[in-house]
Nanobody, 126 residues
Framework: QVQLVESGGDLVQPGGSLRLSCAAP????????IGWFRHAPGKEREGVSC????????YYLDSVKGRFTISNDNAKNIVYLQMNSLKTDDKDDYYC???????????????????WGQGTQVTVSS
């Protein structure tokens, strides 16, 4: 069974930075597109970013463009989400997910992803 593991969530002040990691022990991410999603109680899940494996392109939610960067380290089998200039609105549980087959137009749609992690909590507060 594929299990993704997120890490890096923390409490940070507005304007601060965090780097989230997504690992998959025993499973190679090299053949999957990887998405980052966020979800808070009472809110709908949002697709934040996607690393689209087929052509190594990236996709972002409009509200995080210019602040978040998704990257991939094949050697370490880890996908990162660098989050800069964090805002209180970014406070959420963040999840990574993997999809073996994905259409770019659906890169930020959670239903397209097969494997999910348990999430890591990001809190942005002064």
């Amino acid at each position: 069974q594929v299990q993704l593991v997120e890490s890096g969530g923390d409490l940070v002040q507005p304007g601060g930075s965090l780097r989230l990691s997504c690992a998959a022990p025993g499973f190679t991410l090299n053949y999957c597109s990887i998405g980052w999603f966020r979800h808070a109680p009472g809110k709908e899940r949002e697709g934040v970013s996607c690393f689209y494996r087929k052509d190594v392109s990236t996709y972002y939610l409009d509200s995080v463009k210019g602040r978040f960067t998704i990257s991939n380290d094949n050697a370490k089998n880890i996908v990162y989400l660098q989050m800069n200039s964090l805002k209180t609105d970014d406070k959420d549980d963040y999840y990574c997910a993997a999809a073996r087959i994905l259409q770019p137009i659906r890169a930020l749609i959670g239903k397209e992803y097969e494997y999910w992690g348990q999430g890591t909590q990001v809190t942005v507060s002064s």
